[in-house]
């Protein structure tokens, strides 16, 4: 699985939209690009994810570039509630990787201000 | 509804105790897998579950035991032998083994006493 590298911190204003990068320069043609947030002592919650094309719901929007070597989530109304740590991974489809890989990095602190 | 059901919220150990950790779920999926995270860090794999009676070691399981009896749970023993046992730990599981999205539990907090 490729490896992400994402800001460890980022500030965004309340109502403003919130834009969280993360670069996953080896990522190979089945591996798809995932987000998640945990919200303080919580467990990480599922956002969204995509293969190639830009993806929406009702949560986010995710921007893939056309050489899929970097993405961004973007929060299009940020609230205080969305203050959280964001991991950004890629993931194969199939058993392809060892269990090491199911390893979250240290994301990206988001803190929305009023 | 379904999801994961981590208990308790908060543990504490004594000096020398095993202690046991639930994660329950309702949804279904075959993959289990722990997780510890410690403060201002990602999350690490303890241990890792493709399907009933099966388990596997992930990168830092020394310290702790699991079993998979049931598809539905996963219960995780840090043991005496884990020498630093206060963090954060985190159940999740997924349809497949590696399959994504995972879904994660509200997590148990321990702390040694």
């Known amino acids: 699985d490729a490896k992400t590298t994402q800001p460890t911190s980022m500030d965004c204003a309340e109502g403003r939209a919130a834009n969280l990068p993360c670069n996953h320069s080896?990522?190979?043609?089945?591996?798809?690009v995932y987000w998640y947030r945990q919200i303080h002592s919580q467990g990480p919650q599922y956002i969204i994810h995509?293969?190639?094309n830009n993806e929406t719901n009702e949560m986010a929007s995710l921007i893939i570039t056309e050489d899929r070597k970097s993405s961004t989530l973007i929060l299009p109304h940020a609230t205080l509630r969305d203050t959280a740590v964001y991991y950004c991974?890629?993931?194969?489809?199939?058993?392809?990787?060892?269990?090491?890989?199911?390893?979250f990095g240290t994301g990206t602190r988001l803190q929305v201000t009023l | 509804d379904g999801g994961i059901t981590q208990s308790p919220k908060y543990l504490f150990r004594k000096e020398g105790q095993n202690v046991t950790l639930s994660c329950e779920q309702n949804l279904n999926h075959d993959a289990m897998y722990w997780y510890r995270q410690d403060p201002g860090q990602g999350l690490r794999l303890i241990y890792y579950?493709?399907?009933?009676?099966?388990?596997q070691k992930g990168d830092i399981a020394e310290g702790y035991s699991v079993s998979r009896e049931k598809k539905e749970s996963f219960p995780l023993t840090v043991t005496s032998a884990q020498k630093n046992p206060t963090a954060f730990y985190l159940c999740?599981?997924?349809?497949?083994?590696?399959?994504?999205?995972?879904?994660f539990g509200d997590g148990t907090r321990l702390s040694i006493l």
């Open positions: 999740a599981s997924s349809i497949a083994l590696l399959q994504q999205p995972q879904h």
């Open positions: 080896t990522i190979s043609g089945n591996e798809y």
């Open positions: 579950s493709q399907i009933v009676n099966d388990f």
């Open positions: 995509g293969l190639k």
């Open positions: 991974i890629v993931r194969g489809t199939l058993n392809t990787g060892t269990a090491s890989k199911l390893t």
